[in-house]
């Protein structure tokens, strides 16, 4: 056991390394882990409440849960900085893990490695407040049953800080591509719930990022906005477009070719992800949107992914499918999505099922169990990843829906195992071995490498511009979606 450190600012709290640096005599350390009490001046007020004088009964729960953690506690209404924090409201610092308790005094583990930009933390749900308060009136028999709580804190802060730290010395940044089993299923939502999430864990925001390589929509999402606002790197339309007109145009032999439009993808994602540790990959519709033109989701899960060396070559990255509500209609789109995916190599992690109902018989907990059951029972290394509920906040404009961004994420986390959707990504990384291995044919076969469209004598069709195609195709009568 280091020390009782006492009263700790929200700085402190948020950079617990940092302080631990000044103000113990442990510099050598790589990991920092404390637990803290927080409460308001309202509770000292009204109940005569001393956080100082329960530090020891802290510390003999530390004992047994947290070999060599601080013990502290921070008022939250010190200031106006202190209360944005311990709400979870800063946008500075996303470390306060799941919901705040609706009341104080309330027990906090907080945890931090030295390559961590802040300290994540966990309230212990399991001690109310009235247990707190009744250790401050010497009632601290109640201490043993703390144990079992706490340790599931520690684990918990413990696991986010593996995960962090396990990227650290990863050669090159975790790709993992996204796709729906149709369209307007959240694809972007939960992409960003996964990015949100992974800054809470610790992530510095300027390591993650997000692009979406083929798009129909080049209106601004909310993602955009979030990663904006968060700072993490963005690119949320390109570098393949399909504007008005474009299929057609690409039939006529007036825009690029399927190799070349896949090459542009994967180039992006390969220039974005240099100095990264984890890059969002967002589809686009259902896994088999584009193939017309041979840039499908699987194709273009295939061109983005990991460099081998070889000229063309890429080691597939795991794809996450997102899937809508129900049972048996929610696995029988994922088994048929996925294998879409599976017939080309393209490995499936697993899914993510979204915008699920808190009632009825379609509900949440419903579905979450006999799907799961489904899942337990089949032969597939795929496993359902969360369950999340509908959040009507974060749909309509980006603008009002950026009120709603950390609630969301903050449902997100409670609902999905984000750190298992990042061990499973990691899994499919190409280790050194596998760099020996013949490169993929990213052109994926759905289409010829080269196509060659003729004209009357012979001559092959000239690229038009994406003016011209979209005015040929208004002037040929093409909805506003085409």
């Known amino acids: 056991m280091r020390e009782v450190i006492g009263k700790v600012s929200s700085h402190e709290l948020c950079h617990l390394h940092e302080t631990l640096k000044q103000r113990t005599a442990s510099n050598g ?11 308001g001046s309202w509770n000292s007020g009204k109940n005569g409440f001393d956080p100082s004088s329960i530090m020891k009964y802290i510390v003999e729960v530390a004992n047994k849960c947290a070999e060599n953690a601080v013990v502290g506690h921070v008022q939250v209404d ?43 933390s966990e309230f212990v749900l399991g001690i109310s407040p009235l247990n707190l308060l009744q250790l401050a009136e010497g009632n601290s028999s109640i201490v043993k049953d703390w144990v079992p709580q706490v340790r599931d804190a520690v684990s918990s802060v413990r696991a986010k800080i593996t995960t962090v730290t396990q990227s650290d010395n990863q050669e090159e940044a975790i790709r993992i591509f996204v796709s729906g089993d149709k369209s307007s299923v959240g694809k972007s939502s939960v992409c960003l719930g996964i990015l949100g999430s992974l800054v809470s864990m610790g992530y510095d925001p300027s390591s993650l990022a997000y692009i979406k390589p083929a798009t129909q929509c080049e209106a601004p999402q909310l993602i955009q906005a979030y990663c904006e606002k968060a700072g993490i790197p963005c ?3 390109g570098p393949v477009v399909y504007f008005k007109g474009f299929t057609r145009a690409f039939l006529a032999g007036e825009t690029e070719s399927s190799s070349q439009l896949l090459a542009s993808g994967g180039t992006a994602v390969d220039e974005l992800a240099r100095g990264k540790r984890l890059v969002m990959i967002d589809g686009v519709g259902f896994p088999s949107v ?22 063309g070559g890429r080691t597939p990255i795991g794809v996450l499918i997102v899937g809508g509500s129900g049972v048996g209609a929610a696995v029988d789109a994922f088994n048929l999505n996925a294998t879409y995916f599976k017939a080309r190599d393209v490995p499936v992690l697993g899914a ?11 509900s949440l907990e419903n579905c979450r169990e006999q799907v799961t059951k489904y899942f337990d029972q089949a032969p597939t290394e795929s496993r359902p990843f969360g369950f999340v509920p509908l959040t009507p906040g974060i749909s309509g404009d980006s603008d009002s829906a950026m009120d709603h961004v950390d609630e969301y994420i903050r449902l997100f986390r409670d609902h999905v195992d984000v750190k298992g959707i990042v061990e499973a990504a990691t899994r499919h990384m190409p280790s050194v071995s596998k760099r020996g291995q013949p ?40 909805a506003p979606s085409a």
């Open 352 to 362: 993510v099922f979204n915008k699920l109902s808190l009632e009825g018989f379609y």
């Open 78 to 120: 010190e200031s106006d900085e202190t209360l944005s924090v311990c709400l979870g409201d800063n946008d500075a610092v996303h470390s306060m893990g799941s919901c705040p308790p609706s009341e104080l005094p309330a027990l906090v583990v907080v945890a931090q490695h030295e390559s961590m930009v802040h300290s994540v």
């Open 235 to 237: 690119v949320p339309v």
């Open 439 to 478: 490169p993929l044919n990213v052109n994926g076969g759905s289409r010829p490498a080269k196509r060659l469209k003729m004209n009357g004598a012979g001559t092959t069709n000239q690229m038009l511009s994406r003016e011209a195609i979209e005015a040929k195709a208004k002037q040929a009568g093409a």
């Open 290 to 311: 584009g193939s017309i033109c041979g840039t499908d989701n699987v194709s273009m899960a295939r061109a983005c992914g990991y460099p081998t060396g070889e000229t």
């Open 29 to 39: 350390m790589k990991d920092a882990i404390g637990m803290f009490v927080l409460y």
